[in-house]
T-cell receptor, first 110, second 112 residues
Framework: GEDVEQSLFLSVREGDSSVINCTYTDSSSTYLYWYKQEPGAGLQLLTYIFSNMDMKQDQRLTVLLNKKDKHLSLRIADTQTGDSAIYFCAESIDDYKLSFGAGTTVTVRA | DAGVIQSPRHEVTEMGQEVTLRCKPISGHNSLFWYRQTMMRGLELLIYFNNNVPIDDSGMPEDRFSAKMPNASFSTLKIQPSEPRDSAVYFC??????????FGPGTRLLVL
């Protein structure tokens, strides 16, 4: 299967941590990705994790991978108003395809 | 590098007209992808080129859609004739083989 599922909406208060969750189905995925899309813009690669890793940290971003449960999460520490966007989880399938989730709309409130 | 470049950024046309979307991938990338994004269907892969050759066009909706990549630095996606249901954001992305895909800013197409 090629289904990537994410919750559609997340509201978080400025300064708090955001956690966006994703489940995927292809256990052979080599890479898993998080992309960010701001209003009216294209998809910007935020971070990715290789499938043999459990965790990757990059400044305010922490990616956790539970390969057994096929669960991926993105934690944004100290969420700012500029983090308001749609976040897409994607898994690599075959040698070139990406299967995207529907996206999680993150709204940061003051 | 300037990243993936797409033109036009916005296109408004009338039903039945031909629409041509253009993409310049990142220099040195040998894979190019065309995606369509709509509220209803999310992100859909339309076609994938590797070394200028179409490898997977299974996502192309119908014969009205065609894509070409005459050289490593240019690709087009053409819709002829266009229909209102083709209204969407069309993204081009490029990558080195089996590596991360980098997306362009997209072309917002409205067919009236």
């Amino acid at each position: 299967g090629e289904d990537v599922e994410q919750s559609l909406f997340l509201s978080v208060r400025e300064g708090d941590s955001s956690v966006i969750n994703c489940t995927y189905t292809d256990s052979s995925s080599t890479y898993l990705y998080w992309y960010k899309q701001e209003p009216g813009a294209g998809l910007q690669l935020l971070t990715y994790i290789f499938s043999n890793m459990d965790m990757k940290q990059d400044q305010r971003l922490t990616v956790l991978l539970n390969k057994k449960d096929k669960h991926l999460s993105l934690r944004i520490a100290d969420t700012q108003t500029g983090d308001s966007a749609i976040y897409f989880c994607a898994e690599s399938i075959d040698d070139y395809k990406l299967s995207f989730g529907a996206g999680t709309t993150v709204t940061v409130r003051a | 590098d300037a990243g993936v470049i797409q033109s036009p950024r916005h296109e408004v046309t009338e039903m039945g007209q031909e629409v041509t979307l253009r993409c310049k991938p990142i220099s040195g990338h040998n894979s190019l992808f065309w995606y369509r994004q709509t509220m209803m269907r999310g992100l859909e892969l339309l076609i994938y080129f590797n070394n200028n050759v179409p490898i997977d066009d299974s996502g192309m909706p119908e014969d009205r859609f065609s894509a070409k990549m005459p050289n490593a630095s240019f690709s087009t996606l053409k819709i002829q004739p266009s229909e209102p249901r083709d209204s969407a954001v069309y993204f081009c992305a490029s990558s080195s083989l089996q590596e991360t895909q980098y997306f362009g800013p997209g072309t917002r197409l409205l067919v009236l």
